[in-house]
Structure formats: C-alpha cells, structure tokens
C-alpha cells in the first residue's frame, strides 16, 4: 500500500456542476480553492480523484477523458484513494487536506460525462476533503497519504479478573465485535485492550488518558450494577461533557422487556471532546445486546464530532 504519489492535474470551474479546466497552480486559502465554485465554508472544498481511475474508465468507455472532465480539482497518481478513510490527510508541500467525503450523490443529466456515456466514476471514486492549512498546488507535486487511526480502548472492571482469578471474556468479546464491524470499511481501526480493578481513581486516571492521547472510542465493561464495588458510571460520566442517554435508555427498555434484571444496569453513554465513551455491563450476554445497538450509531457520532454534517 503505497502512501506517496505525484499530482497529475489540478483544476477548477466556475460554477458546479461543470466540467473543471486544467489551471498551472491552484491557490489554497481556509474555504478552498480561490476562483473554484466549490469554495466555501463547508466540508466539501477540495475533490480528489486517482488517474489510475480515470484511465480505467476511458479504457472501458473507449472515450479519452481530459483532466477535470469528472470535476476534480486535483488528480493523482500512485496512491489508491479507494483505501482512503474519513479524517485521513493529504500532505501536498505545505497544504494539507482532511478527508471529509467518499463519493457523492451523482448530478445525473446535470453532468457531463453522465450525460455522455451513462456512468460517472466521482459518486463513488471521488475523495472530498477540508482545508486544514492553505498553500499553493502543481502538477508534478509530491502528494504523500497520510492514514489515521481509529483509536478503541477497551477497558474491563474486575476485582477477579485482574487478580488472574479467572480469564476475562466481556473485553475480548468487544474486541471481537468491533473487529468484525469494521472489517468491509474503509476506517483504520486501532483496538487496544486493558484490564483494571474496581478501583474509581485507576479508571479515571485510564480515561483521562485516553481522552489526553486522543481515542475515539472507549468501551468499559463491569461495575454498573447496584453494587458497592459498582462505580463505573459515575466515573465515565466524570469524563464526559455531555451524557447521550437515548442509547441506553433504548437498550434497557429493548431487553429489560424480557430480561427484568436488565433494568438494574446504570449504563451510560456519553462524549468527551471528540471521544465517545461507553459503559457496559460485564457479562459477554449483556456486551452482545449492547454492542449490536451502539454500532448502529457510532460512526455517525464520528462525523458529529468532527464537524461533518453528513447525512
């Protein structure tokens, strides 16, 4: 996997919709590229595309296609943009451009080549991305990808489990869930496991420093229940600045229905920062249930925190 390459074209229009004209250098400010229709304050400012797509679209449509014909500000070369993830980076000299976008809703008859051959390769090849710091961009420029991790810490509370008493299941079992929903898409996932006492200083001191080292997620599993040694949502909750109680409230309602004992669970969810932070109960059971409703909205949360109105 290759995360360095050249840019083959860059190119801007006036208005959308349009085919874009190739330009010798593009200027980069905090709303996108200057004199390019897709400038503003939005997520969208920059299109990338790979020639290697566009050359294979040509060979199938037997059509030479010039750059800017599928409204792409910059065309490169040499890195597979279909392994790009949201919140990736490109580096192109000083500029650098945060991935907000894979593909779009097509323009049908609005566009160009659509309206020509039938298909386009933008609404699922194309890359939109943000301006993170502004510069000027060539052809024959170096462009380097710089991939981000998703960042998961998984924590489990257990006075027996950390004494080595017995194996932990419950956090090996998120792992697994996690792993498993994220295995056809295209996030970097990064899931780190760890194992703590009942012990309310070491799980904030955990969670302060997930937060400070920048996670995404993190899953605790044990202590919500009634019990005195049951102190991990009041701890999680310290961590976060705002409480999203819909996922919860769902999930007890959903399988306290027929499970009673479900509706003694003081789970919690929230954010903090960027950081989304979930309390679960220990068993595997209850973290099969609770998983299968959070992973629902997760990725959504994502772009929430990150500023992507992305529906």
């Not at 779009?104 to 298909?119: A, L, S």
């Not at 049951?230 to 109680?245: G, H, L, N, W, Y």
Request: proline share 4%; hydrophobic share 40%; with cysteine.
């Amino acid at each position: 996997m290759s995360t360095k390459g050249e840019v083959v074209s860059v190119n801007v229009s006036e208005a959308k919709g349009t085919i874009k004209k190739p330009v010798a250098e593009i200027v980069i400010d905090e709303n996108g590229i200057l004199g390019d229709a897709h400038a503003g304050r939005w997520h969208r400012q920059v299109s990338l595309l790979d020639q290697e797509s566009i050359e294979t679209f040509a060979r199938q449509m037997g059509r030479e296609i010039g750059p800017g014909e599928f409204a792409e500000n910059i065309a490169t070369r040499g890195i597979r943009l279909a392994d790009v993830a949201v919140l990736d980076r490109f580096r192109i000299g000083g500029v650098e451009l945060e991935v907000t976008q894979i593909g779009k809703k097509c323009h049908g008859d609005d566009c160009v080549i659509f309206r020509e051959v039938g298909k386009c390769v933008m609404p699922k090849e194309g890359i939109f991305t943000r301006v993170v710091r502004g510069g000027k961009v060539r052809a024959n420029d170096a462009i380097e990808w710089l991939p981000r991790d998703l960042a998961f810490r998984v924590i489990t509370l257990s006075d027996r489990a950390f004494a080595g008493e017995y194996a932990d299941k419950s956090g090996p079992k998120v792992k697994e869930l996690l792993e498993a929903f994220f295995s056809d898409k295209r996030w970097h996932a990064k899931i780190e496991t760890v194992i703590l006492p009942d012990d309310a200083a070491r799980l904030r001191n955990e969670l302060a420093g997930s937060r400070d080292g920048g996670a995404d997620v993190v899953i605790t599993t044990g202590g919500t229940g009634v019990g005195p040694r049951d102190i991990t949502p009041e701890v999680v909750s310290e961590v976060c600045d705002r409480i999203i109680p819909g996922i919860m409230e769902n999930i007890r309602v959903k399988f306290g229905s027929k499970k009673p004992n479900a509706l003694l669970s003081r789970s919690v969810a929230g954010v903090g920062g960027t950081m989304q932070v979930y309390a679960l109960p220990g068993s595997v059971s209850a973290v099969e249930e609770y998983m299968a409703e959070i992973l629902k909205t997760m990725e959504h949360i994502i772009f929430m925190l990150h500023r992507l109105d992305i529906h």
